[in-house]
Nanobody, 121 residues
Framework: QVQLVESGGGLVQPGGSLRLSCAAS????????MAWYRQAPGKQRELVAV???????VYADAAKGRFTISGDNAKNTVYLQMNSLKPEDTAVYYC???????????????WGHGTQVTVSS
């Protein structure tokens, strides 16, 4: 099986920073993409940022200029550096990945359990 385990969430004041990590483990042949999504109370889950295996990144408008996604292919890990945090960034942040478990297989999508980020004074 494959597991995605997030860490790094917590409580931070407005204007502060947090760094989220997500490590993929298990039966992995290759990872196509790793991404961060978030879901605030009463809202739909939304994409924050995604990085592919060659380092191409895409950001949601709300994340541009403040968040940076990066990946460590050797560690099967993705990071999300979040700066200048705002109260509206408060949400559960979920790691997402499209993973090939064996050569010749198609990609399967996996989700982590989420980590809470709260931005409040």
């Amino acid at each position: 099986q494959v597991q995605l385990v997030e860490s790094g969430g917590g409580l931070v004041q407005p204007g502060g920073s947090l760094r989220l990590s997500c490590a993929a483990s298990g039966s992995i042949f290759s990872i196509n993409t790793m991404a961060w999504y978030r879901q605030a109370p009463g809202k739909q889950r939304e994409l924050v940022a995604v990085v592919n295996s060659v380092g191409i990144t895409v950001y949601a408008d709300a994340a541009k200029g403040r968040f940076t996604i990066s990946g460590d292919n050797a560690k099967n890990t993705v990071y999300l550096q979040m700066n200048s945090l705002k109260p509206e960034d408060t949400a559960v942040y979920y790691c997402n990945s499209n993973i090939k478990r064996r050569s010749g297989d198609g990609d399967l999508e996996y989700w982590g359990h989420g980590t809470q980020v709260t931005v409040s004074s």
